[in-house]
């Protein structure tokens, strides 16, 4: 208790002054809230809002400046860069221009390369095909017919070659070089085989005789 005892006196002489300070507080406040409205006059008050009606036009002022400077470069950027996306555009359009026109100068020599490419293949094949049809003329057997010879054919439509195959009384096909005529083999007459010809003797070739090597004669000297 006795520990107890200071600090409950001091508690007690605390709560005592508290409505005490509580009041001096109160009266310092009201002192100062009197001074202060006694200052605020009309005069005060007026003098304070025009105050602040000149910041505020100030500001509003220093706002539309601001907006115009504001207005005034965007539009000056955007005109500049109109300007530059027209003359990008004009350049990308000539360049286009150019590139198509390019494009269709090589696709001419191009095709003018193909055709003489083409003529001139269709004249390689042409004379192939001239060559082999002269060359098809020379062995072609109508060829043969056109010297005066004939071909003989059966019944059946295949070439005879030999009398002793052609039976008595066949049907045969001559055919000569201006046409055909149609035949029926003699059966009275026996086939006659066509000669053979006898093989030519070899002969030796006679070699000529060497050259005999004269020696010159030693006539002497005149001087």
Known sequence: ???????????????????????????????????TSGRLTLRVLHGQISHARQRLTVSGERIALSARSLLRSRRERFTGLEVRFKASKLANAQAQ????????????????????????????????????????????????????FALVRDDAGHPVHAAASVAPNALLSIEFADGRVAATADGDRPAIAAPTPEPKPVT????????????????????
């Open 97 to 148: 221009r150019n590139a198509i026109a390019r494009q269709r100068e090589r696709t001419h020599r191009l095709a003018e390369r193909a055709q003489r490419a083409m003529v001139t293949l269709l004249q390689r094949l042409d004379a192939r095909v001239g060559q082999s049809g002269k060359l098809l003329a020379a062995l072609s057997y109508r060829s043969v017919l056109a010297r005066g």
């Open 1 to 35: 208790s006795e520990l107890l005892a200071i600090p409950r006196q001091r508690l007690d002489h605390l709560g005592a002054a508290l409505p005490r300070g509580l009041k001096a507080n109160t009266h310092a406040h009201f002192r100062r809230f009197a001074s």
């Open 204 to 223: 030796r070739e006679s070699k000529p005789a060497p050259k005999r090597l004269v020696k010159p004669v030693d006539q002497g000297s005149l001087f």
